[in-house]
């Protein structure tokens, strides 16, 4: 086990209270956290159920919540030992530990989702879709599913994320294909009504049309864009969908 160091103590309290930094960084920290008689991530999880149960919501519940995921503590696993403790603590202390804990896993709640999603459909989610990031709002992921013959790449939207108004140019054919695989999302128009998307459906977009894609606040959403062959194509990026029009959307 990697030895646990702290100075906290002495930066805080080193000439104020050296004695208390003592105590603090080379005994409660020092020699009690690397007592081997007691595994770190079980230690852990005792000392949250101790700071619980004594009724200790602050910063320091929060480092020791922190702690506790770096030690490998899962979210199911804290849920279920705060859960526990709440009938021998108390309900409204359980409360005041789940509202920091939601914050200390949230990302693992998000790969969760993003997980969950994942299992719904045969393509990958692919890599985080970085080069087009400043024309999305939200976080998407891109996947080649081919680059031959014709383009065909599978986006996978966060919940709420979706790309700027944009339109496909051609002088002749273009446009796109977009085929809808797992998830729920929205596809618009400008100047008419959203319409909400669902594994199955299929859009064709021609060429000349502006308009924008992307996920409902509540889901993640995947399609496949398929790029219609046309002579001098291009795509031009346009103005983010306003929060007030998409927030609208149910």
Not at 60 to 82: C, F, P
Not at 154 to 160: A, D, I, L, M, Q
Not at 182 to 192: D, L, T, V
Request: hydrophobic letters at 45%.
């Amino acid at each position: 086990m990697k030895k646990i160091t702290q100075d906290a103590g002495r930066k805080a309290l080193g000439e104020f209270a050296p004695d208390f930094a003592h105590f603090n960084d080379d005994v409660l920290f020092g020699e009690n956290w690397n007592n081997p008689d007691l595994d770190h991530k079980t230690r852990c999880i005792v000392t949250v159920v101790a700071l619980m149960a004594s009724g200790v919501t602050d910063s320091s519940l929060k480092y020791h919540l922190e702690n506790a995921k770096n030690a490998g503590v899962t979210k199911k696993e804290i849920a279920a030992v705060v859960t526990h403790v709440a009938f021998y603590a108390g309900w409204p202390k359980a409360w005041a530990v789940f509202r920091m804990a939601k914050e200390v896993w949230a990302e693992e709640r998000a790969q969760d989702a993003m997980a969950a999603h994942a299992n719904e459909m045969v393509f990958p989610i692919g890599a985080p879709n970085d080069a087009f990031a400043q024309y999305f709002s939200g976080k998407s992921y891109l996947a080649p599913i081919s680059k031959e013959q014709v383009g065909v790449f599978n986006v996978t939207f966060e919940p709420s994320c979706r790309n700027n108004w944009h339109i496909h140019h051609a002088e002749k054919g273009g446009g796109q294909i977009l085929i809808c695989v797992a998830g729920r999302g929205w596809y618009q128009e400008w100047g008419k009504q959203a319409l909400e998307l669902h594994p199955g459906d299929c859009v064709n977009i021609p060429a000349g049309v502006k308009h924008w894609h992307g996920a409902a606040k509540d889901a993640w959403f995947s399609h496949l864009a398929v790029e219609v062959p046309g002579e001098n194509a291009s795509n031009e990026w346009l103005e983010p969908v306003a929060d007030e029009a998409y927030n609208e959307l149910l």
